[in-house]
């Protein structure tokens, strides 16, 4: 039962670290051309990062 419960961690933390790495690359190279374009170039890269840093500030705080 341990090992189950290991190799189902081992996924899930798997799982999240992949969708983590996902949001990172699109908000590096999609976020901001799509929703803070109107504060220009390094205005808009700015607030996407700013957005990823409050996810990853907030993570663990949420379900």
């Known amino acids: 039962m341990a090992k189950r419960a290991a190799m189902s961690a081992m996924f899930g933390s798997t799982v999240e670290y992949f969708d983590f ?11 901001n051309k799509v929703f803070f374009s109107p504060l220009g170039t390094s205005g ?6 700013a957005t990823f840093g409050v996810a990853y500030v907030a993570r663990p ?3």
Do not use: D, E, K, R
């Not at 790495?21 to 976020?31: H, Q, R």
């Not at 808009?44 to 990062?49: C, Q, W």
């Open 21 to 31: 790495t996902l949001f990172a690359t699109a908000s590096a190279l999609v976020f």
């Open 61 to 63: 705080l949420g379900p």
């Open 44 to 49: 808009a890269l700015l607030a996407s990062f």
